[in-house]
């Protein structure tokens, strides 16, 4: 950023325009990721040190992914990709609203990174019990895009091994979303996970406790 900046402020006389929007389209570049990466730092460093209060609340959770689209809507129209909203209108959990919206803008941000143009995105949920027979919501966002290696795929929560790769677009990423994702899951008592085959897309998949509408 300093360089490219630095060398348009000196010498932007010298550049056609072609070649000023190239300079400009870089530096726009780096200063969003480098925003993101910060935002993500922060609202980890948050969770780290318990400045984030985990605040359960009953939340309808076909409202909380329609505004999620809606803000990440430009995105996926950019690429052309479908998202698809299989969530039904009266669907409840019990889950603290700032963590719950953190967790499907990473997976959606990342659903459109890693799937080209003219693909679909597809958000569905289904009901399930674990061993002590408590009820959980199923919730998934599968995408067709390139899909993720088997040892990619064993360091994408680990944030000893944190990864981040380009997109379908050379988007680039933190490597620290999936990292909040699975803390903020698992402040839920929740878990989360990823299913995926290169080539084949990706199918990324978190349980939140189930809430009927009270």
Same mark, same amino acid.
């Given at each position: ?10 010498? #932007?006389? !010298? ?8 300079? &400009? ?10 925003? @993101? ?8 460093? $948050?969770?780290?040190?318990?400045? #984030? ?15 999620? #689209? ?6 996926? !129209? ?9 969530? /039904? !209108?009266?669907?409840? +959990? ?6 719950? %919206? ?13 799937? /080209?143009?003219?693909? *679909?995105?597809?958000?569905? &949920? ?7 027979? #408590?009820? =959980? ?7 067709? $895009?390139?899909? &993720? %290696? ?13 990864? %981040? ?11 620290? $979303?999936?990292?909040?994702?699975? *803390?903020? +899951? !698992? ?9 995926? *085959?290169?080539?084949?897309? %990706?199918? =990324? +998949?978190?349980?939140? /406790?189930?809430?009927? @509408? @009270?």
């Amino acid at each position: 950023m300093l360089g490219f900046s630095e060398e348009l402020n000196k010498n #932007i006389e !010298e550049y056609d325009t072609e070649k000023r929007n190239k300079f &400009i389209g870089i530096i726009h570049d780096a200063i969003h990721n480098t925003y @993101k990466l910060l935002e993500d730092l922060l609202i980890w460093s $948050g969770s780290q040190h318990g400045s #984030i209060n985990f605040q359960p609340t009953n939340e309808n959770l076909f409202i909380l992914f329609i505004n999620t #689209i809606e803000q990440l809507s430009q995105s996926a !129209e950019r690429k052309s990709i479908k998202l698809i909203n299989n969530i /039904p !209108e009266e669907c409840y +959990v019990d889950a603290d609203k700032f963590m719950l %919206s953190t967790v499907m803008r990473n997976l959606l941000m990342n659903a459109i990174k890693f799937t /080209p143009k003219g693909g *679909e995105i597809t958000i569905s &949920i289904s009901l399930i019990e674990d061993q002590n027979n #408590i009820e =959980f919501t199923e919730i998934s966002i599968e995408d067709t $895009g390139i899909g &993720i %290696s088997k040892e990619v795929q064993s360091k994408l929560f680990k944030i000893e091994e944190s990864v %981040s790769t380009y997109g379908t677009e050379k988007e680039k990423g933190t490597g620290l $979303g999936l990292i909040l994702c699975k *803390e903020f +899951v !698992e402040k839920h008592s929740g878990r989360i996970w990823v299913e995926s *085959e290169v080539g084949k897309g %990706s199918r =990324f +998949v978190f349980t939140l /406790p189930f809430q009927k @509408k @009270k």
